[in-house]
């Protein structure tokens, strides 16, 4: 008796037709190439050349924000943390907070550029305040510098609530792709040092496994991002720790055991990305240690797509989710802002 065989299918999830068209018009004007530790540095030089960078006096917004940064207490032995803060003008009494964590693999990217989106979407139709972390990157600082960083603005954020005028018992901790990861890792330190405890945490297609998944091959070469340029970004984080059996969880999440304690999650992702399995996984184990996830994805997103291609309707329905989402928790806080005077 014959026994059927499967073939092995190398298939990937198709693209949404609109962000492929933002994709091909990308790729025609600015060749990609995988990331690689040769070229690592060339690709830093030439991220920060080219990636927005505002002053605190753009992000005021002509008096519609008010905008500081601070320089506070690094971790220990470490240097001081930049962090930058915003909120709207004229609310008085403790705002929610969103502590976030810019994306860029861990080696690029830095704490300003993300803010204009972050203050039109979520800081003034929420009414909530904003500190954008300034963390130093790999591979000038590997693991666990950067997320000491974020670590030590946490709670140095947490212990001034009160000047900063936000609620320390309404802070969210936020971040996309790299930041998504130290989002997730920072809620796992935090929970395990007993520091301040978050209202929720927003992962933003984290990148939380150092590990390659099913997801991983099956994308590579495709989108914005591919495994090979995912493996110098780690090895780039990790140096000498990559691939090791005892990694800690809190450099890749995804190796977590214990998941437990932790308080509510947003995790989305898209169909067509790298980092889909380890995404969805994560969500699974936060269900299976009797905690709450919210897990969105995106059918034909890949890395990022939302940012390459933001009038696209899965675009814009990715972000109205995040944003009900974030309404949804701040609202089951029972407390109000209200309007200076």
Known sequence: MSVRRVPETKAAPPFDPELEAALTA????????PLTPDNLEARRERDAASRPRPTAEDLRADGRFDVTEFRVPGPPGG?????????????TGPLPLLYYMHGGAMIMGNAWSVLP???????????????????????????????????????WAATHAAEL????????????????????????????????RPLGQLLLCPMLDDRTTFSGRQMSG????????NETAWQALLGECYG??????????????????????????????????????????????GGQAELHVWSGGYHGFDGLSPKAAVSQDARDARTRWLRRLLAQSGKENRPAG
């Open 117 to 155: 989106r972050i203050l039109s979407e979520w800081v003034l139709p929420l009414e909530m305040a904003v500190i954008s972390v300034e963390y130093r990157l790999a591979p000038g600082t590997r693991y666990p510098g950067p997320l000491e960083d974020c670590y030590a603005g946490l709670v």
């Open 79 to 91: 240097p001081d943390v930049t962090l930058v803060s915003a909120r709207p003008a004229g609310l």
């Open 165 to 196: 005028g936000v609620d320390a018992d309404r802070v969210i901790i936020g971040g996309k792709s790299a930041g998504g990861g130290l989002a997730a890792a920072l809620t796992l330190l935090t929970r395990d040092r007993g520091g301040p």
């Open 222 to 229: 495709t989108g914005i991002w591919d495994l090979t340029s």
């Open 244 to 289: 090791a059996a005892d990694l800690s969880p809190y450099a890749a999440p995804a190796r977590a055991t214990d998941l437990s304690g932790l308080p509510p999650a947003y995790i989305d992702v898209g169909s067509a990305e790298m980092f889909r399995d380890e995404d969805m996984a994560y969500a699974n184990a936060i269900w299976q240690a």
């Open 26 to 33: 990308v790729a025609g004007t600015e060749p990609r190439e």
